[in-house]
């Protein structure tokens, strides 16, 4: 089974920047993708960002141009680098792991939550 830790979530003002961490274990097959997804109060998840393990990467197109998703495989970590925060940005962020082979396996973590004050 796989685990994953989300850490790095806390209080920051707009403007501010966060660097959310997730640190992945267990069965991890080399093929799969890595990536964060949020979700605020009384809305759906959606998608932050993904980073594949060939290294292609998505954005949600509200974070386009601010947040940076990067991985070191070494450490099976996966980074969101969150800089210019938004108060709409306020969410409860969630680190995801899809093994796109056989059952399409995903996992998630128990969530890191981010606040940001205006």
């Known amino acids: 089974q796989v685990q994953l830790v989300e850490s790095g979530g806390g209080l920051v003002q707009a403007g501010g920047s966060l660097r959310l961490s997730c640190a992945a274990s267990?069965?991890?097959?080399?093929?799969?993708?890595m990536g964060w997804y949020r979700q605020a109060p009384g809305k759906q998840r959606e998608l932050v960002a993904s980073i594949s393990s060939g290294g292609g990467t998505n954005y949600g197109d509200s974070v386009k141009g601010r947040f940076t998703i990067s991985r070191a495989n070494t450490r099976a970590m996966v980074y969101l680098q969150m800089n210019s925060l938004k108060p709409e940005d306020t969410a409860d962020y969630y680190c995801?792991?899809?093994?796109?082979?056989?059952?399409?396996?995903?996992?998630w973590g128990q969530g890191t939550r981010v606040t940001v004050s205006s």
């Open positions: 995801n792991l899809r093994i796109p082979l056989g059952e399409d396996r995903n996992y």
């Open positions: 267990g069965s991890i097959f080399r093929i799969n993708v």
